[in-house]
């Protein structure tokens, strides 16, 4: 039998071995490497939205989003780059840019503060693209579970996806395009006129504090 | 088939038409959008409870396309084209006056070389006054003076070539009758792969190796989809082909089917071309009753069947892993790539992807020779390309161009230049998305994509949009980026909200200095170009670099303007 030789890519000049369907992002991880990403989930479905994550390729002029591209062997990657922290801080502004920059309570869910930490080691200007704010918050929403505060919403649909891909419950998607982009309920009303369980699950995947755990909330006061 | 939707069907008559065929989703939006006007929550409620697809699924998809309308009476409200050709014939204005009847603007609907169309319903009419609207076929396109060999236009002038008597009579069929009783498909392929014919939407990639690869990949039923979405403001080429020449269409997606093993077609075309959704079903009847699309097509054991597909308002569906979602019933974002559709396509199942002029293409090039296409080009490049020219130009139009024409060619002796009086200003590139040339560029480049590319722009799928030198320039970027803010998908965040960030420098938010709105318009556009998940967001920021590059002094203006 022919001798299975280990399969490894160059990741920042070091040699690390891979498993079949690894993706950069994760090889990347169990190195203890620094990315910063806004629409991972581990929990999810590679989405490849926020580009955060994006890492120098070999052979590749541009830069590629290492949470949706699979190891083989021997690619030549590269976590960072004075490019590439241009372009993440400069998304970071970006993303910014559509919310009122507020301090958001970690009560609000487990998740809630990767956008801000990741604002502050970049050092992002959060008022450089000030213009129009995307996202409307639902405080129609009278439910005593899930806070709706879409105002904060960057949109990644890690909650959207959280809801299909871990509970099958499909309560939630995304309506609108570009900008205008918004969560939604079938029709977009209430979650307790939808498919939804009140599981909580989209509420500690959001990076931002867009979702919030209500019950925590009201325990602070 | 594609039936006009009686109006008397009921939900579940309309349901049982469409629940067995391959790619409902879309076929039974339109059903109910047509028989009702517009998509009720009854009838979301209905398919989604049929398709087994999650309500809100279907809702969020059903708002991504903007001419599927969610109020009674929806359907018949009139649709005004405001692209970059129509805002500078009356279209806006039209738009206003029309506003109290529901009107709404839509970005360019492929009538630039005669403006402005209104959209209504079925029907699309023209004109630059409201009281001066009629519904005109399409304008055929112009020949060359030179008489210059074509390929894809070389038979469209014949009289009767759109019916399939007309059609054989001037050597349509003769390719497929070579290809399926004298060759074997990977001769085929051989063939297309000589002829170095290469994807005519804009991304170039060789047609023979796209098809080999669908041939070698693993999984059946395989597919060939004809990308029909022609929504590049600029392009209206593929409606002419569409108009008088549907069976070269459909001729070269069976030579396709033929040479790849693939047994289905979708041809899915933009809702913006409502005629051509009813002529085409009529040509693949045509074909399917002469025994030339079916089972046992020519009378061997090949089979193709061959369905149309109506899109719903949403350019990012050109991009063919959104036509690929969305004709599966997904919401229709781009999809990560690899996988490729050659492998992973449509139903994850391996489908070569080509657009009209690539496939129309085919047939000439299996009648004659791969040496004689690709002779039709000119200093090392092979065969031609269709251009929509429009804009500011004696005689805009259609024109086929041998790769590597000076571009000069084109403007000046083949569309007879500036109007009297006038000098051209700028010359947009792929639509919109190559941004502009200008100034001695014009000048000096050739109809091809090397040449434009050292130029910092892309030749792409060849629209060409001229303006003279009555134009403002940051107003017509204005424009063109406020499109591509309107066509963002949403999903990567450099496309959703650099395009609205650079829309916003445009219009005039943000008042900067000068240095200060450059360096953010050079930030968002270099991140956009390297990191954006697909060719919109990439695309997007030419045409506000162009503006910068050969313009500097309208930029100065606008941005002075503003600050004051």
Redesign the interface.
Known sequence: MEKTVQATIQLDGETVNFATGETIYEIASRADKFIPT?CYDPRLQ?F?????C?VELKGSK??V?SC?L?ATPNMEVTTTSE?IE??RK??LE??T??NPTIAVSPLRSYASQELSLLVERYAADTQ?????H?GHSRLDDKNPFLLRDYDLC??C?RCVRVC?EQEGD????????????QI?????GILKD??CTFCGQCVQTCPTGALGDKKALRFAE | MLLPTDPGSTDSELIERWRGEPAPLLALLHAFHDRDGYLSETALRAIAQNLRMPLADLFGTVTFYHHFSREPQGLNAPRICTGPVCSLRGGREMLAALASQGATAMPCAGRCDEPVPVLQGQRVLVGTKLDQLVHKATILPPPNPGGIEECVFAEIRQPGRNTLAGYRRTGGYEGLTRAVTTMTPSAVIEFVRQSKLAGRGGAGFPTGQKWQAVADAVGQPKAIVCNADEGEPGCFKDRAILDYDPFAVIEGMTIAAYATGATRGFIYLRYEYPEIAASFQRAIDAAVAANLVGNNILGTAFHFALYIRRGAGAYICGEEGSLLNSLEGKHPFPRNRPPFPVTHGFENLPTAVNNVETLASVPQIMRRSPEWYQGLGRNGHAGTKLVSLSGDVQQPGNYEVPFGLPLRTLLYEWAGGPLPGRSLQAVTMAGLSGGFLAKDDLATVTIDEPSIRSKGSMLGAAGMIAFDDRRNMVEVAHNAMEFFAHESCGKCFPCRIGTQRLTERLAGASPQTLPIWLAEVDDISQTMKAVSACGLGMAAPLVIESLVRYFPEQVAQHVAKVSD
């Open positions: 806004l590679p490849g939205a926020c580009r955060l994006v541009n830069p989003a949706t699979k490019r241009k372009f400069t998304l970006l993303v840019s559509e450089r693209f000030a213009g129009e995307s960057i949109s649909y299909a499909y309560a939630i998607s995304v309506m609108n395009r570009g900008f205008h982009t939604t309920t079938e029709f977009n939808s498919a």
